[in-house]
Each structure stands twice: as C-alpha cells, then as structure tokens.
C-alpha cells in the first residue's frame, strides 16, 4: 500500500511539474549535463584529461590560443585546422654501413591562416641524423632541420619547426625579398609557417597572399649502426583553429577541459546541498520541537552562522588549509546549513500543534521518534526543493574560490579554467573561447537547478502559484 501511494505521488507530481515551463527547461539542461557525465570517454577528445590537465607536455602538440574550428564558417578567410599525417611513402636504401630510411608526407593547404608549427614524430632508438625538408607548390625546396638526434635506448622523436627552423626560413627569405623588406620581417612576432606557406613577394608584409597547394614534406633518417633506427613516422600540423572549444595558451583542448569539470560541478553542487539541507532540516525540527531555553540556545548558535561572511571565511581557510575539493566542500557545508533553518523551524512549529504529534506524546513515543518518524517526512518534499536552489549557490562559490587561485589544482573544474584564463589575460587578449564555455556553464547549470527547483516549490507550495 505504501509503495503504491510512494507512486501516485510522485505521477501527480510529475503531471503538475510538467506544466511549468521552467522546470522542464531546467529538467533538459540537467539531463544535457548528466549525459557529460556518463558519456564523458566518448565524447572528450582526450581521455586522460583528467590526470593530465596540469602537464603542459602532454598537450605540446596541439596549436596555442587558437579559437574553434566552427569560427571558419564566419569568415571568408579560412584558417588551417589541425591534422595529423600519418601515412607517409617509406623508401629504405643501404649505402655501404649506412642504412637511409626516407618518409614523404602530402600536405594539401588551402587555407589563408597556415598551421602554427610542422611536428615531426617518430618512435627511434640510437643517434640517427634527421633531415627535413620541404618542396612548396612552387617547387622551392627548403631544407627546415638538419642534425643528429640522440635518442639513447629508445625514445620519442619530436622536432619543431617553430623553434629549429626560423634561420632556415629566413635564409630563403633573403633570396626572394629585398634587404629593407627583410629587415621588416625580421621585427615582426610571426611563427616560420607564416612565411612558409606564403608567397614570397617584395610587399610581403602589407598584403600577405598565401600560397595554396600541395607540400611535400620529405624527412629523411640516416643511420650508422644496427642500434639505430626510426619507425611509426608522422607528421602534426597544429593549424590557426581547432576543435568544438580551441586551445588556450597552455596549448590544452579546452572543449576536453570543459566537459571533465561537469562531473566535479554536479559533485560540488549536489553533495554540498544534500549535506547542508539535511542538516538544517534537523536543526530547525529539533530546535522547533525543544522549545524553551533549548529553542533560544540553538538560534544565537544559527544566527552566529548566518551573519558570518561566508567568501571570506572560505578565502581564509582556503588560503590557510592544503587547497582540496573535499575541504572546500566541508566549508561550504559547514556554512550553507543556515539556508533552510527559518523556514524549517516555522514549519515545525505547526507541524508540533498538530493532534497526531500530541497523540504519540501520550502513547509514550520518545522525542527521537516524533522528530525522525512524524516530523521529519512531512519536511522531506521541502527539501529536495531547497536542495535545487541550494546547488547553483555551491558552483559558483566553488568557481570564486578557483578563480582567486585557492582551489584544488589536481581537478579539472570550471573555476580553474576561469583562474588559468584570468591570470594568462584572456579577456585582454580577446581569447573569449577560453572564458565564455567554462562561464555560460556554470550560469546554465545554475540556471537548470534554480529552475527545477522554483518549479519544485511552486508545486509543493500551492501559495506560491500564480494565475
């Protein structure tokens, strides 16, 4: 009988709740975010976000402060996405002791902003000598990397045109453009590829026209020793957009970073209001049912935590305390306990007049009993209610933490990717990719919650209702 009236309340709760508008809103968003949670391995583009996030090698092949690869769809000026070439032609030739293992890659640019580096990777064992050069669609050939690379006993391959091959892209430059333009060149920040993948032309600088076509990227590995050797060849090209969310400048795929911290917003939000409200529905039923001195005692205990500045108490003990999720959880608790007391308490002191808690005094029930099984199931719709709006309220203190430099490092959250953003001056740069997710987030999940829970209470609270 029980588990049948347990579902007729909750269908004539969900027929009413599907009325109001705003709750089914809230209602989509959350299960938007709740499927980031359990898709979460399917839908990032790199797995170990989680563990990663802070090892600026790990992300070393991706493009810096580029913004996403949809903004080509709103400029006619299309910027190179990133790829990835790995299926070279391989030739091997064997020259006396020498063996030479020659990898082609094709690049097809056509595009007006040029990838932001050429990355040449390889698994190699030994010190081979690595030559890498390029034939544009011009048929200039220009040789980008020349030299030895000790490997020891076995090691990653990893050569970067952004930073060995500026003279050697220079030096064609000088051929084709004058002295006076040359040294205008030289004064400006722009990576290699800019000049690269560009028409070499006296006015350079003031129009500069990209040259589109097929590339040839020839690297070649020369070996002196059976030790030595270079397999599984391939070729990165950051490019100037990438992704659903860019990059930041820790080179870090922002759209991964953004969907790892739904998980933590949901466990901050949930885990702080379910503990806060459970304890200040206990606390304001106990304080109602006491009565008396013990009433009055209980309030100046409430009201010594309600007038307390919460930001900066958290600020304090942040800054005091080893930053960690869990004490900033605990601290939140510790404070946000205080919301339901009021409303608890007036409601128990109703609940309190009521014959049937009258006639369990005169059956003999002990207090526990009236206050855990009579009192307390009358509040419980209540407070899954304010456990909603409590929520919205938890996220954002948490990304105010995060954002002044005090939060847990060794998590992904929203407030961290906000904090990283603030200090490398994001907003001044004019990076909005790198704030605008992880903000509009935390406002939507906000928004989900505060909107379950006002429909919540308008339901449960027929005085609420507006006609």
């Not at 070499?200 to 040839?216: T, V």
Request: proline fraction near 5%; glycine fraction near 6%; charged fraction near 20%.
């Amino acid at each position: 009988m029980k588990l049948s009236n347990i579902k007729d309340s909750i269908k004539n709760f969900w027929k009413e709740f599907r009325q109001v508008k705003s709750g089914i809103i809230g209602l989509i968003l959350f299960l938007i975010f709740l499927f980031a949670v359990v898709f979460e391995p399917l839908i990032i583009s790199f797995k170990e976000t989680n563990n990663v996030w802070r090892d600026i090698t790990y992300w070393e092949d991706l493009p810096r402060n580029v913004p996403p690869a949809w903004t080509n769809l709103f400029t006619s000026r299309k910027s190179a996405e990133s790829m990835e070439i790995d299926d070279p032609e391989i030739t091997e030739q064997q020259n006396g002791n020498l063996r030479i293992l020659t990898s082609e890659f094709t690049y097809d640019y056509q595009s007006y902003n040029p990838p932001q580096d050429i990355i040449f990777r390889a698994d190699g064992t030994g010190s081979p000598m690595i030559i890498i050069e390029i034939v544009r669609p011009d048929d200039e050939k220009i040789t980008l990397f020349q030299k030895p690379v000790n490997l020891g006993s076995g090691n990653d391959v990893r050569v970067s045109m952004d930073s060995n091959s500026k003279d050697a892209v220079y030096n064609f430059l000088s051929k084709k453009v004058p002295r006076s333009e040359l040294q205008k060149i030289n004064k400006n920040l722009l990576a290699p590829t800019d000049y690269l993948f560009s028409v070499a032309s006296e006015d350079f600088i003031k129009n500069r026209e990209p040259l589109n076509g097929i590339y040839k990227i020839k690297v070649t590995s020369i070996m002196q020793n059976e030790d030595a050797n270079i397999s599984d060849p391939y070729i990165v090209l950051p490019g100037s957009v990438y992704g659903l969310l860019g990059t930041d400048s820790y080179k870090r795929d922002l759209w991964s970073g953004v969907v790892a911290g739904v998980k933590w917003a949901l466990l901050i939000g949930l885990l702080t209001a379910v503990v806060s409200v459970s304890i200040g529905v206990l606390y304001g039923v106990i304080s109602a049912y006491l009565g008396g001195w013990k009433d009055s005692l209980m309030m100046r205990i409430f009201e010594v935590f309600v007038s307390t500045p919460l930001l900066p108490v958290l600020i304090v003990l942040a800054a005091v305390f080893k930053p960690s999720i869990w004490t900033l959880i605990f601290m939140m608790c510790a404070f946000f306990w205080t919301g339901s007391v009021k409303t608890v308490r007036s409601m128990a002191l109703q609940i309190k007049e009521e014959t049937f808690i009258e006639a369990s005094k005169a059956a003999g029930a002990s207090n526990l009993r009236i206050i855990f099984k009579h009192m307390v199931p009358l509040l419980i719709p209540y407070s899954f209610a304010s456990m909603a709006l409590f929520i919205p309220g938890a996220i954002v203190y948490e990304a105010s933490i995060s954002l002044l430099g005090l939060g847990d490092a060794t998590i992904v959250t929203w407030g961290q990717i906000l904090s990283d953003a603030y200090n490398s001056g994001a907003i001044l740069s004019g990076i909005w990719w790198w704030v605008v997710p992880p903000g509009l987030c935390i406002a939507l999940m906000g928004m989900a919650f505060a909107f379950i829970g006002f429909a919540a209470d308008k339901i449960l609270h027929p005085k609420l209702r507006t006609r």
